[in-house]
Nanobody, 124 residues
Framework: QVQLVESGGGLVQAGGSLRLSCAAS????????MGWFRQAPGKERQFVAA????????LYANSVKGRFTISRDNAKNTVYLQMNTLKPEDTAVYYC?????????????????WGQGTRVTVSS
């Protein structure tokens, strides 16, 4: 397991942008698939995006495709979520996830490590 710490959340107006970061502990970051989930108030947790451990493939929820971009910097043990054209419905707590057993990205995969979350609020 890795320890994950998210940052970069905050309050932004609709149409604005934010970049979330997730710093991971350990020396084997490159062996982990990484991803982001979110949970809005009163709603179930939702898959947002994922990136494979070899940085070859990415996967996005339909609701964020074309607006969000996930990337990773293995030298910095960090994964990012660039969020553009934000909408009020993007308001949620965003969680970073990691797992070294995931080889094929799916929105329903089981992730072994979770961060504490960072809150994103998009005002209309």
């Amino acid at each position: 397991q890795v320890q994950l710490v998210e940052s970069g959340g905050g309050l932004v107006q609709a149409g604005g942008s934010l970049r979330l970061s997730c710093a991971a502990s350990g020396r084997t970051f490159g062996n982990y698939a990484m991803g982001w989930f979110r949970q809005a108030p009163g709603k179930e947790r939702q898959f947002v995006a994922a990136i494979s451990r070899n940085d070859i493939s990415t996967l996005y929820a339909n609701s964020v495709k074309g607006r969000f971009t996930i990337s990773r910097d293995n030298a910095k043990n960090t994964v990012y979520l660039q969020m553009n054209t934000l909408k009020p419905e993007d308001t949620a707590v965003y969680y970073c996830v990691a797992d070294r057993t995931i080889l094929v990205l799916t929105p329903t995969g089981s992730w072994g490590s979770w961060g504490q979350g960072t809150r994103v609020t998009v005002s209309s």
